[in-house]
């Protein structure tokens, strides 16, 4: 199966059934890279990590992931490069295609992702703008199909900021068949904007609700995130004030059905954002979709990048 794009920048740049087709690939080559059968389907290829912005998970799973399919990584930081003020992202991605298979980039700027995917011949993959957090989402859906079966049908419920993570959770929805609400204060939901491009691009089942008590009611999945993303740190002190009602907490978690799931794409601020309870209870998947990220990019990558034999 061949994506129909060049570069994994969001949720709606694919179709249904090409998401379908890269978590098929991820379930499949799961157990194959727990035990060490895993196929090295693209050796001598090497992705290019550019970050911006600290992290833990994206940059160890896509690392990790390139190595389990046979290739090799580069972690590149902006003191390096200066996309942007050292040379133009036009040079950075004619330049980078000319060395590497594929690019990898954290940063702040959307735009800078798209300008270095126009200009690179090689794919590029988003992981984490200001705007968009796809690959998480999607390696997300994955855990839930893993948890609780297919997402369709099911009710996510992002209680917290409507930032990269629930920009990227709202795409998903145009995609596939789920309920999805954003559950935070006033001042800190998804644009209309934002909102109004994604339903001209797919149906979907799109609510903010203000109340948790109202919006965590039968739902499945029970998703936070930190208040504050990075750079926000300035709003840090403000947000903690407005979002205190947001905490998800045990009382919280029994608004939701029983079975519910508790998500969080991590780093968390136990404490603030969720209570040690939640996040070590019997509800909270958090390792599990933390692994998950990189089965879910070893698949991303393994389909983007072309080889000759078949994946
Ligand atoms: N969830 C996530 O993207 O984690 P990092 O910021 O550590 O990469
Ligand atoms: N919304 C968070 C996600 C971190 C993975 C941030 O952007 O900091």
Redesign the pocket.
Same mark, same amino acid.
Do not use: E, K
């Given at each position: 199966m061949k994506l129909s794009r060049k570069d994994f920048i969001s949720i709606r740049d694919f179709s249904r059934e090409e998401l379908l087709s890269i978590i098929e690939l991820c379930e499949r080559q799961k157990p194959e890279a727990r035990n060490f059968t895993l196929k090295p389907t693209h050796p001598g290829r090497v992705l290019a990590c550019i970050f911006h912005k600290p992290s833990l998970r994206t940059r160890i799973s896509f690392e990790v992931a390139m190595m389990q399919l046979g290739g090799n990584s580069l972690y590149l930081t902006d003191k390096e490069i200066g996309i942007g003020s050292r040379e133009a992202p036009k040079d950075v991605g004619e330049v980078l295609s000319r060395y590497v298979d594929a690019i990898e980039i954290r940063t702040f700027d959307q735009k800078m992702v798209t300008d270095l995917a126009k200009y690179a011949t090689v794919p590029v993959v988003n992981g984490?703008t200001d705007l968009l957090?796809p690959c998480?989402v999607l390696g997300d859906i994955f855990t839930i199909r893993e948890k609780l079966g297919d997402i369709e049908g099911k009710k996510v419920v992002f209680v917290g900021d409507g *930032? *990269? !993570?629930s920009r990227s959770w709202l795409n998903a929805s145009t995609r596939f068949d789920f309920k999805f609400v954003l559950c935070s204060p006033p001042g800190y939901q998804i644009s209309d904007s934002f909102i109004e491009e994604a339903r001209k691009d797919g149906d979907c089942d799109f609510e903010w609700v203000e109340d948790p008590g109202e919006a965590l009611n039968g739902a499945d999945v029970v998703y936070s995130? !930190?208040w504050a993303?990075?750079g926000q740190e300035d709003e840090a002190k403000e947000r903690v004030e407005k979002f205190r009602p947001y905490a998800v907490d045990d009382d919280m978690m029994a608004m939701a059905n029983d079975s519910a799931l508790f998500m969080h794409?991590l780093?968390a601020h136990r404490g603030l954002e969720v209570t040690d309870s939640v996040i070590d209870g019997r509800h909270s998947v958090v390792y599990d979709q933390a692994e998950n990220r990189l089965h879910i990019q070893r698949a991303i990558l393994a389909l983007l990048i072309p080889v000759e034999s078949d994946i």
């Open positions: 984490l957090h998480q *930032n *990269n !993570v995130d !930190v993303s990075m794409c780093p």
